[in-house]
Nanobody, 122 residues
Framework: QVQLVESGGGLVQPGGSLRLACAGS????????MGWARQAPGKQRELVAT???????NYADSVKGRFTISRDNARNMVWLQMNNLKPEDTGVYYC????????????????WGQGTQVTVSS
């Protein structure tokens, strides 16, 4: 069973920092692009950062200069370092993989984790 499991969410004051982690498991051979998306209450899910296997990165304009995405291909892990957090960063943060190659040569497309809550409030 392929899984993407997030950790590191929590409550932080404005201006604070959090580091989210996502670990892939379950017979994974290869993951293509990975990323993070967030969903605030009453809003659509938005992709905030992506990174492909060779390290090409994209950020949403709203997080540029504050968030940093990184990954370890060998460990099937991706991280999101979030600095200078703002109340509008509040939401559930989801780990994402556009495709995963698993044992037996099967591909899983558009794979999402269960999410971790980030709340920025004083």
């Amino acid at each position: 069973q392929v899984q993407l499991v997030e950790s590191g969410g929590g409550l932080v004051q404005p201006g604070g920092s959090l580091r989210l982690a996502c670990a892939g498991s379950g017979g994974i051979f290869n993951i293509n692009a990975m990323g993070w998306a967030r969903q605030a209450p009453g809003k659509q899910r938005e992709l905030v950062a992506t990174i492909n296997r060779i390290g090409q990165i994209n950020y949403a304009d709203s997080v540029k200069g504050r968030f940093t995405i990184s990954r370890d291909n060998a460990r099937n892990m991706v991280w999101l370092q979030m600095n200078n957090l703002k109340p509008e960063d509040t939401g559930v943060y989801y780990c994402y993989a556009d495709w995963i190659l698993v044992a037996g040569g099967r591909y899983e497309y558009d794979y999402w984790g269960q999410g971790t809550q980030v709340t920025v409030s004083s």
